[in-house]
């Protein structure tokens, strides 16, 4: 029927309820799950989830089991059993490494080993993707269409969902407008919306790049503390400011931004990374004890965009050589690495060192 949602539709509403502390029913293979983030989890839920009867299990990464000290049977996550005597403080406990340092015995901490884990990872990637800590308290429930249906929640087929998870997000051009700016008078400002109701993306164009020769080109991701803000943690707004100049001065190019904030974790998950980094740890143990990888941004997003608006080639203004690697694996040819050294502090050095060791960035 043309009035129901469709399987994208249904997925960005159980995001949406997920960020709201509303469960959400998954279900695959004749198996169905209740699951609900544990970073917005309330004691009422909880004692009504625990009605249903089966044990809840905390689902969390692999990455955050290993700062648990909890093994991961399942390889990429564990599924931690939730006794009956432990409440809410203690599920965001496990979730959120905030305290880890002035509270680090949590357990003993008991890991399920048996039985399929594959709804427990989906409704982590939900979780994760809805831009909430990677931590999903999951309950197995015997009937799920009828529990979804009597208490008006979201189910999600998951073996329906997979095919849409696992591919780009397709964005359509919403509008354009032109945008003098003091990089070059000549720009123009591209808003793309993906067909998946998730975040938009902007392309800045300056001047008029031909579509038949490589463009000078930067994909940047969001960042509100270095663009915005002028922080000195990161080398961020530096690299965007230059970018831009380089492009008015050459009279033509092309800068994505891509709304990725944090390397895809969000603003509010960022700033628990900083937090974690003012304890001593760098930015990429920051992340993982947050529960997320290295880098969670998508920059399939990126090629696709430079497609959309006809481009096939670019010299790309980038330090990271995994974009150059993202963009000709998605049929963009990268014809020359553009240096972007710009905007060490006394602030971001260990930021840059780590980015260089860790994460391969040519410094």
Known sequence: MALRPSIVEVLNRARADLR????????????G?????????????????????AQPVLAVTA?????????????????????????????????????????????????????????????????????LLPAALVVEVAEPGRLAAANALTLVDM???????????????????????????????????PEDGSTEHYAIEIGRPPRDAPVLARLHSACFTGDVLGSLKCDCGPQLRAALQQMGEAGAGVLLYLNQEGRGIGLANKMRA??????????????????????????????????????????????????????????????ERVPLKVGQTRHNAGYLATKAAKSGHLL
């Not at 964005?171 to 808003?191: D, K, Q, T, Y």
């Open 33 to 53: 799950v209740l699951a609900v983030a544990a970073e917005v989890l309330d004691a009422g839920r909880l004692a009504e989830l625990r009605l249903l009867g």
């Open 63 to 131: 990455h955050r089991a290993r700062t648990l000290k909890c093994a991961a049977y399942d390889g990429d996550l564990a599924r931690l059993r939730v006794p009956s005597n432990m409440g809410v403080p203690w599920i965001r406990a496990l979730a959120d490494p905030a305290d880890d340092l002035a509270q680090p015995l949590k357990g003993p901490l008991v890991a399920e080993r048996g039985g399929s884990a594959a709804l427990h990872r989906a409704a982590l990637g939900l979780v994760k993707s809805a831009q």
């Open 20 to 31: 709201m502390g509303v469960p959400v029913v998954l279900t695959a293979e004749g198996g």
């Open 274 to 335: 900083y937090s974690l980094q003012d304890q001593g740890f760098d930015t990429v143990e920051a992340n993982h004890r947050l529960g997320f990888e290295d880098d969670e941004r998508d920059f399939r997003i990126g090629a696709g965009l430079l497609r959309r608006m006809g481009f096939s080639s670019v010299r790309l203004l980038t330090n990271n050589p995994g974009k150059m690697r993202m963009l000709e694996a998605n049929g963009v040819a990268v014809v």
């Open 159 to 193: 073996a329906a969902a997979a095919p849409e998870l696992a591919q780009a997000a397709v964005l359509a051009p919403v509008i354009s407008a032109r945008l003098p700016m003091e990089a070059s008078e000549a720009g123009r400002v591209h808003v793309f919306r």
